[in-house]
């Protein structure tokens, strides 16, 4: 099946401590995002990729990094300079960027630091 | 970007046709109408796009007027599962990345 896989489902981690959130896709796309959702907020992107070795900041990028060395994965990081980590990750792929260009997104990581 | 104005929620009963308009005064020429619908602690999924007049898929329907300056999804004989947030996005074709989802409309469908 080709889908959009992000582990773990809940990840807890205490203040200070750096956290890497997995995102793997097998559907052949380009394109991976990273998006952050806060309770009843929408979703806010943090970083995106268009291709392999390359990405680009999104609205919120502060205190998080992310690298893309293979097309499928696109692991995010959390550092301790995120000041309000605890959320709701999601992350997509599409074949492209841009709005025409579907994006599937996976289950999320809800992520709480104490 | 084309900033989008939808209501925060709505409520709907088993069966009923339930239609949500989006506002987008600013919308450029190349702007398109993608609508996702999002389940509690999951990711969004895509249900439909325009660019103008009338779209269907057998999820639903958006309904485009001439100016383009609003959107309305449509879907029809809603049941239980249709309860989700539904967002209203807005963008160029060859945007890079950045599309913005909004708080979205909390639809609630009730027995």
């Known amino acids: 099946d080709g889908g959009i896989t992000q582990s773990p489902k809940y990840l807890f981690r205490k203040e200070g401590q750096n956290v890497t959130l997995s995102c793997e896709q097998n559907l052949n796309h380009d394109a991976m995002y990273w998006y952050r959702q806060d309770p009843g907020q929408g979703l806010r992107l943090i970083y995106y990729s268009q291709i392999v070795n390359d990405f680009q900041k999104g609205d919120i990028a502060e205190g998080y990094s992310v690298s893309r060395e293979k097309k499928e994965s696109f692991p995010l990081t959390v550092t301790s300079a995120q000041k309000n980590p605890t959320a709701f990750y999601l992350c997509?792929?599409?074949?492209?960027?841009?709005?025409?260009?579907?994006?599937?997104f996976g289950p999320g990581t809800r992520l709480t630091v104490t | 970007l084309a900033k989008t104005t939808q209501p925060i929620s709505m409520d709907s009963y088993e069966g009923q046709e339930v239609n949500i308009t989006c506002s987008h005064n600013?919308?450029?020429?190349?702007?398109?109408i993608t609508w996702y619908q999002q389940f509690p602690s999951q990711g969004p999924r895509f249900i439909i796009q325009?660019?103008?007049t009338k779209v269907t898929n057998e999820v639903a329907s958006l309904f485009i007027p001439a100016d383009r300056k609003s959107s309305t999804l449509s879907l029809p004989r809603v049941s239980l599962s249709d309860t989700a947030v539904y967002y209203c996005?807005?963008?160029?074709?060859?945007?890079?990345?950045?599309?913005?989802f909004g708080k979205g409309t909390k639809l609630s469908v009730k027995p």
């Open positions: 996005l807005v963008g160029e074709i060859r945007s890079q990345g950045n599309l913005i």
């Open positions: 997509a792929s599409s074949m492209g960027t841009g709005i025409t260009y579907e994006q599937y």
């Open positions: 325009g660019y103008k």
């Open positions: 600013n919308i450029a020429t190349n702007d398109y």
